[in-house]
């Protein structure tokens, strides 16, 4: 059983969607089930909108009374479903979330909450233009929830959101264990940064934001440019005599923004595992901000990170993985790369490089080009040989049910 939470503007309806059609369960949008009818009684029973602030104290409670009845009628026929509201108050505990726990029962309830900056979600519910978002009380920033949860950023697309939420709950993909990169010999691992190691996708987008935002640009210009360096797109965004300062601009907003970040799972374990002499970060991002996302996601930064600031050729050029063999004096065709971004992958395979596709920020298809996808890093492990480094799997439990 889970339920999606967060204000409205944050993007759960979506999501439910799409948690409800991955895990094959009915989905209970709380709006669905009682909106309708609210709006025809508006002009009859509600003189002014029913989500005017002076009928919230009657219709709150009838409309998680309805959406209660309704799971709790599906937990005993179906076993389970998604259920999308905004569950403020079940979010703080006490009455209203034993009361939600009482209707699921005896299925056990995994909150998912969707976060994001008031600001963000202000600019959603414009766009989209619901006649009844003009209704709705501002109620400040939303608090962190006081009940077990999982956390999702809300800047997230869609499927980055459901690619965290299905991880979490053991929904796993996948390894082919049939291909060729179990059986080679690597003298060394190349780590990308973003996505790889670090969890930092939400950072990136968020920075990318702000920056569009004080340079008055289109909303939302990074998308394509993930795994790429800043400099050709900001020299496409802003005139020539701009970009100097466009680039500090940028890098100084990355560097800070990085309270969120979380290692992706196993990163830490699986890199920490290889000498120094047989790892290096490779990133697209400036040494200041790698370095901040390392040590946000609690990852000591290896003797050999090579950045934007040490290649002339970023990716999808060769040259950063080129450099980053080198610079640890082996070949790149000894290499074994670790990436999550289109660019990266064909950077890597340009260079002659074994390719791991890290899921999570873009869809399987995107990286295809890689020899082999996981979810994970805690998928994985690297045993030490005779011959070099050897690919392994490491077992996992099975698949959670919905």
């Not at 076993?79 to 009455?95: H, I, S, Y």
């Not at 920056?211 to 400099?231: K, Q």
């Not at 492990?381 to 392994?392: F, I, K, Q, S």
């Not at 490491?394 to 959670?400: E, S």
Request: hydrophobic residues 45%; charged residues 25%.
């Amino acid at each position: 059983m889970i339920a999606v939470s967060g204000v409205a503007g944050s993007g759960k309806t979506t999501l439910g969607r799409a948690l409800a059609k991955e895990l094959r369960l009915p989905l209970l949008d709380l709006d669905t089930l009682t909106v309708p009818l609210l709006d025809q009684l508006h002009g009859t029973l509600f003189g002014d909108h029913w989500l005017a602030p002076a009928h919230a104290p009657a219709v709150r409670p009838a409309r998680y009374s309805v959406l209660r009845a309704t799971a709790s009628e599906v937990v005993a026929t179906a076993g389970g479903a998604v259920l999308v509201a905004p569950f403020t108050a079940e979010l703080t505990g006490g009455r209203a979330w034993t009361d939600l726990l009482d209707a699921v029962a005896p299925a056990e309830l995994r909150m998912v909450n969707l976060r994001g900056s008031a600001k963000l979600f202000a600019r959603r519910r414009a766009e989209r233009s619901e006649p009844r978002d003009q209704h709705r009380a501002d109620t400040g920033p939303a608090a962190s929830p006081a009940v077990p949860h999982l956390s999702i950023n809300a800047r997230l697309t869609p499927g980055q959101q459901r690619f965290r939420v299905l991880r979490a709950l053991g929904r796993r993909t996948p390894l082919d264990l049939d291909s060729p990169v179990f059986a080679r010999s690597f003298d060394a691992v190349l780590f990308d940064l973003d996505g790889v190691l670090a969890d930092s996708t939400a950072s990136v987008l968020r920075s990318w934001d702000q920056f569009a935002d004080e340079m008055s640009l289109p909303a939302a210009v990074v998308e394509s440019n993930h795994g790429r360096p800043a400099r050709p797109l900001v020299q496409r965004l802003l005139p020539a005599d701009q970009v100097d300062d466009g680039l500090r601009r940028i890098e100084d907003i990355e560097a800070a923004d990085v309270l969120s970040i979380e290692p992706v799972p196993g990163a830490g374990d699986f890199i920490s595992r290889l000498p120094d002499g047989r790892r290096a970060v490779v990133t697209s991002g400036t040494r200041r901000i790698a370095t901040a996302r390392l040590a946000a996601a609690g990852i000591a930064a290896p003797p050999v990170l090579v950045s934007a600031d040490d290649v002339r050729c970023g990716k999808p050029d060769p040259e950063p993985y080129v450099s980053a063999a080198a610079r640890l004096g082996v070949a790149p065709a000894r290499c074994l790369v670790v990436e999550d971004a289109p660019a990266g992958v064909e950077a890597a395979r340009a260079a002659g490089c074994g390719v791991i596709g890290v899921l999570g920020t873009v869809e399987p298809s995107d990286l295809s080009g890689a020899d082999l996808l996981v979810d994970g890093l805690d998928r994985l492990r690297v045993d030490h040989t005779p011959a070099g480094l050897r690919l392994a799997a490491v077992d996992q439990p099975a698949a959670a049910g919905g």
